[in-house]
Every structure is written in structure tokens, then in C-alpha cells.
């Protein structure tokens, strides 16, 4: 085999080996709850808006070379984040680069996850953010938040 071959290959088992381990991840629990990122994705957003966030240049999708996205770094809990606009071709054809945040984690083990925080457009928790995937937990979330008020 060639070693453009042998790159690939260890490519392709890297991202399927990625996927694995967060997969278990997420189904054993150890993962930030929903409150908190729903509170580091809130901060994300009026700091993007506001414009005190540093920014970026991605290499996809952005023909300019331009640095337009912004990135935080913030902790929480024993969580460590980094949060960005979801760059992705969805995410453009959609025109949601300004909605979809991509959370990646970890913690002081450096134990690692990512999730995708959105607004909801139907069903009970349209106009919310949530959490993709975990949207019974951000339904609770939003119901004990409406009855402490």
C-alpha cells in the first residue's frame, strides 16, 4: 500500500473510532448538563454579537480567507469549552451560521465530547435553544426554569 493509501485508511478509523468513544460517552452520562451548556451558549452569542470575542478564519467555506468566526474559550464546573458557529455546508444551505453552536468539551481528565446547540423551530420548545439530541432533558430544563419564576 502507498502512503497515501495507509493516510487515508488511519483517517477514515480515526473518525470512526471519534464517533465510538463519544457515542459511549454520551449514553454513560459524563457529559456537561443541559443548564450549563445552555448558559455557555448564551454567553457565546451576546459576546459574538457584541463583537468581544476573537475571530477566525476558516479554511472551509470562506473564499476570502476572511476571520469571521468567533471562537470562546470559557470553563465551568470542571468542564473546559470551546464554542464556534457550526461551519458547515448544512449550516450555510440552511442560512443557520449564526444559530447552530458547535460546543466541544472536556474535562480535567481530558475526557472529550462535542454537541450542537440550536433553536428549536417546532413542537413544544419552538423558539428555545436545545441541545441536539437531548431534548427531554432540555424540555425539563425549561419547565423548572418557568416554575421557579
Not at 452520562?29 to 452569542?45: H, K, Q, S
Amino acid at each position: 500500500m502507498g502512503t497515501r493509501r495507509i493516510a487515508g485508511i488511519r483517517n477514515s478509523l480515526a473518525t470512526l473510532l471519534g464517533k465510538t468513544r463519544r457515542r459511549v460517552r454520551m449514553e454513560t452520562g459524563d457529559v456537561p448538563a443541559v443548564d450549563i451548556l445552555i448558559a455557555v451558549d448564551r454567553e457565546y452569542r451576546v459576546k459574538a454579537e457584541e463583537g468581544k470575542l476573537p475571530r477566525i478564519a476558516p479554511r472551509r467555506f470562506n473564499p476570502e480567507g476572511k476571520a469571521w468566526l468567533p471562537v470562546l474559550h470559557t470553563d465551568r464546573d470542571g468542564w473546559h469549552f470551546t464554542l464556534l458557529y457550526s461551519n458547515t455546508a448544512r449550516a450555510h444551505e440552511l442560512q443557520r451560521t449564526r444559530d447552530w453552536v458547535v460546543v466541544y468539551f472536556y474535562d480535567d481528565h481530558h475526557q472529550e465530547g462535542q454537541c450542537t446547540l440550536v433553536t428549536e423551530t417546532r413542537g413544544p420548545l419552538a423558539g428555545q435553544r436545545i441541545v441536539r439530541g437531548r431534548e427531554l432533558e432540555c424540555r425539563d430544563h425549561y419547565r423548572a426554569a418557568a416554575g421557579s419564576d
